[in-house]
T-cell receptor, first 113, second 114 residues
Framework: KNQVEQSPQSLIILEGKNCTLQ??????????LRWYKQDTGRGPVSLTIMTFSENTKSNGRYTATLDADTKQSSLHITASQLSDSASYICVVSGNFGNEKLTFGTGTRLTIIP | NAGVTQTPKFRILKIGQSMTLQCAQD?????MYWYRQDPGMGLKLIYYSVGAGITDKGEVPNGYNVSRSTTEDFPLRLELAAPSQTSVYFCASAEGGEGSYEQYFGPGTRLTVT
């Protein structure tokens, strides 16, 4: 069964600190992996999309890594800001297009001043 | 561009009532999707459409219906609402359906069935 597991479930860090969120998946075959940011009460917003041939991709202070061999990804947030408080969702796509996306349950990140 | 818009933002339904959740996009995307997000769970695909006049079931279609008469609009119909349909519903659109096409999500509709 295709699954995406994220850890930790929740995380609290001080403003200005760095953090890393983890994603493990069992989706096969694999097409691409996405990280989304979801603010409370809003829809998810895409941060990065990586195919199997990419092992790192950045979007400002967000850097995602992908190891397709071990089926693991991480999202690193540098110099966190209060606005980074949100849920971060890992999503994996198989070879069947967007209608076969498998969503993780997310990591709830809280940044405290 | 407004992107993907959804109405209403909130709704409370009684068991057995029906309603339509509206979704519209102004990006001329062919692909549109309806998801539900339950607490502590990942988003689940209800229905999707690859273009006007074409719709298909996702992972959890029971109790829902959709139509796609125009490129812009993709309404989701709930017939005979049940408490199990209490959830947050998200509509999304994408330029393409394969590969790495980004999905753009609406702000969501929070539905409670009591």
């Amino acid at each position: 069964k295709n699954q995406v597991e994220q850890s930790p479930q929740s995380l609290i860090i001080l403003e200005g600190k760095n953090c890393t969120l983890q994603c493990n998946y069992t989706v096969s075959p694999f097409s691409n992996l996405r990280w989304y940011k979801q603010d409370t009460g809003r829809g998810p917003v895409s941060l990065t999309i990586m195919t199997f041939s990419e092992n790192t991709k950045s979007n400002g202070r967000y850097t995602a890594t992908l190891d397709a061999d071990t089926k693991q990804s991480s999202l690193h947030i540098t110099a966190s800001q209060l606005s980074d408080s949100a849920s971060y969702i890992c999503v994996v796509s198989g070879n069947f297009g967007n209608e076969k996306l498998t969503f993780g349950t997310g990591t709830r990140l809280t940044i405290i001043p | 561009n407004a992107g993907v818009t959804q109405t209403p933002k909130f709704r409370i339904l009684k068991i057995g009532q029906s309603m339509t959740l509206q979704c519209a996009q102004d990006m001329n995307h062919n692909y549109m999707y309806w998801y539900r997000q339950d607490p502590g769970m990942g988003l689940k695909l209800i229905y999707y459409s690859v273009g006007a006049g074409i719709t298909d079931k996702g992972e959890v279609p029971n109790g829902y219906n959709v139509s796609r008469s125009t490129t812009e609009d993709f309404p989701l119909r709930l017939e005979l609402a049940a408490p199990s349909q209490t959830s947050v519903y998200f509509c999304a659109s994408a330029e393409g359906g394969e590969g790495s096409y980004e999905q753009y999500f609406g702000p969501g509709t929070r539905l409670t069935v009591t």
